[in-house]
């Protein structure tokens, strides 16, 4: 069995390196500061590495510690709800899931009575994830991210979504308007953007419509809302392959022009992999992945 070292340090090792501070780890710990000097040299010495760096009155981690800082704030997570677990087993049930807007939105939030039907004992917390975020918050069982960085696969379980296509979409009324022949005519409309730099834009015009520049345009936060102004004839949005599934089989939104490009990055399911243990969190895996085979 691996011998690890005491639980106090790796304690007072995370409390520190939290705070940056030998002092505000002693206060939280209710310990005298040299007895959080002593445990963390001690640790030092068992690990046979320095921890911390000096900087003034502060104390930073150093690189060797940072990555050691993160696994043990997951493990204490992890530690912290089995504990919850036992004194109440209903807590096994709860699932705490991070999902981008506008995924939520358009794609996740319509296949939650499916979810609710086959595991009605599962409660089911929905927090925002930021774009590009990558793993998962602390307290977030599952993300599903747009961009997952480079996370390490011994850790983190990751399953890609389908790869995204972009192409313009509209109102049926404005495209009944007769001004979308070709690619150019868009510079006679609003384009709607979902991303502050315009870059999605950018490269569709490049690539289909010999840069033409529109002079309305209008910005939102995320892409729920872009396509929302579409559909109330706004202007033209930037469209794909999942977020727009349900709109335009519905036909509030409809594609002018059939050429798309392809998404640099990538939505997909993230969990860290102890995680996975627990029958909810795998449950709901399974689940997803069962949603995004299909066609």
Request: with cysteine; hydrophobic share 45%.
């Amino acid at each position: 069995m691996r011998r690890l070292p005491s639980l106090t340090a790796l304690r007072t090792f995370e409390c520190a390196a939290r705070h940056g501070h030998f002092g505000r780890a002693a206060a939280e710990l209710c310990v005298t500061d040299s007895a959080v000097s002593h445990q963390i040299r001690q640790l030092e010495e068992q690990l046979g590495v320095a921890l911390f760096e000096r900087v003034g009155r502060q104390v930073r981690p150093s690189p060797e510690a940072e990555r050691l800082l993160h696994h043990l704030q997951q493990a204490f997570e992890l530690i912290g709800k089995a504990c919850d677990e036992l004194r109440d087993p209903a807590s096994q049930a709860v699932l705490r899931v991070a999902v981008t807007a506008e995924l939520a939105q358009k794609w996740l939030v319509a296949r939650l009575a499916d979810f609710s039907s086959r595991y009605p004992h599962i409660t089911l917390h929905l927090h925002d994830q930021p774009i590009n975020a990558g793993a998962p918050a602390l307290d977030v069982d599952i993300a599903i991210t747009y961009g997952t960085s480079a996370l390490d696969a011994s850790t983190h379980f990751v399953r890609p979504l389908q790869l995204l296509q972009f192409f313009p979409v509209c109102s049926p009324g404005l495209f009944n308007q007769g001004g979308l022949k070709r690619p150019r005519d868009l510079v006679r409309h609003c384009l709607l953007h979902d991303d502050q730099d315009g870059k999605t834009w950018t490269s569709w015009l490049a690539t289909h419509a010999d840069d033409a520049q529109p002079t309305r345009q209008l910005y939102f936060p995320h892409a729920a809302l872009a396509l929302e102004a579409a559909v109330l004839g706004q202007g033209v949005a930037m469209g794909d392959n999942l977020t727009c599934q349900a709109d335009l089989q519905s036909g509030r939104l409809v594609r002018p022009f059939n050429p798309s490009v392809t998404a640099q990055g990538q939505y997909a399911l993230v969990c860290e992999r102890l995680r996975l243990e627990r029958a909810a969190v795998a449950e709901f895996v399974d689940w997803f992945i069962e949603q995004i085979a299909e066609p």
